[in-house]
């Protein structure tokens, strides 16, 4: 019997910034920031090292099991994957194969099952090549047909519903064919595009241009988004969390 009954949850992402060694007075700030964020499903980007996750968890369970946690090795020096609390099932974590381009210091896409409650969908995360010149940017297109195309093909053969969330580092009405290649308006809303205000980046002080995170929904899936419910959690300055 499924622990979860409700007709409603909580995905979120956080990019743990684990590029750079995290100490453990950090850890023990991002796991209480993931409680008070009190998810369902959290896609964690740039886990590293591997072990990471798991001390993380046991923080975030220490009183009390209440998190599981899925990861892959995304590259040779990051590693992306998902924790839940107990009862959501995820399953059949996989690669989109060629997201990394051949590359291995580029980052593949992962996919995942998920069911919670009444919910059910695929859930794609991304970490795509940063950098705002035109090459960084064509090599973005590449990135995003690769997983565009897979989103079409989902889409056709089964019409699932499918949540797209990561760091794009993309900017609206600057990386239009990023956008495009994405799955475009058609096949895709982006709801951060839409439903958030004020300021999200580093980059600008404020504005819609400054979206470089991405949370997108498969059209027939918009049924159930709830408007205005699409949050950033600014943990700078919150309880010393880190960014």
């Known amino acids: 019997m499924d622990r979860f009954s409700q007709f409603t949850a909580k995905v979120a992402l956080w990019n743990l910034a684990g590029f750079h060694t995290i100490s453990e007075e950090k ?11 009190d998810a369902e499903l959290v896609a964690l980007i740039e886990v590293r090292p ?3 996750i798991e001390r993380l968890v046991d923080e975030l369970n220490k009183d009390g099991e209440i998190y599981d946690f899925a990861i892959k090795q995304q590259n040779e020096d990051l590693n992306i994957g998902f924790i839940f609390k107990i009862g959501v099932k995820v399953d059949n974590l996989e690669f ?6 051949g590359e291995q210091s580029f980052r593949q896409a992962l996919m ?3 069911k919670i409650g009444a919910l059910d969908f695929k859930v794609i995360a991304v970490h795509l090549k940063s950098g705002r010149d035109i090459r960084f940017q064509n090599l973005r297109d590449e990135q995003y047909k690769v997983i565009g195309n897979k989103i079409a093909e989902l889409r056709d053969a089964s019409r699932e519903d499918i949540i797209l969330l990561g760091d794009f580092n993309m900017i609206p009405g600057q990386d239009v064919s ?3 290649y994405l799955g475009g308006p058609d096949t895709m809303d982006f709801v951060s595009c839409w439903n958030l205000q004020g300021r999200y980046s580093h980059i600008l002080e404020k504005g819609r241009a400054n979206l470089l995170d991405g949370f997108a929904i498969s059209r ?6 709830i408007r205005g419910s699409l949050r ?3 943990t700078d300055g919150t309880r010393g969390l880190p960014r």
């Open 27 to 37: 850890m023990k700030l991002q796991a209480l920031g993931l409680k008070i964020l």
């Open 50 to 52: 591997m072990s990471y």
């Open 96 to 101: 989109i194969e060629a997201s990394d381009l």
């Open 112 to 114: 995942a099952d998920v």
């Open 178 to 180: 990023n956008l495009y």
């Open 220 to 225: 027939t899936f918009f049924t159930e988004y």
């Open 232 to 234: 950033l959690f600014p």
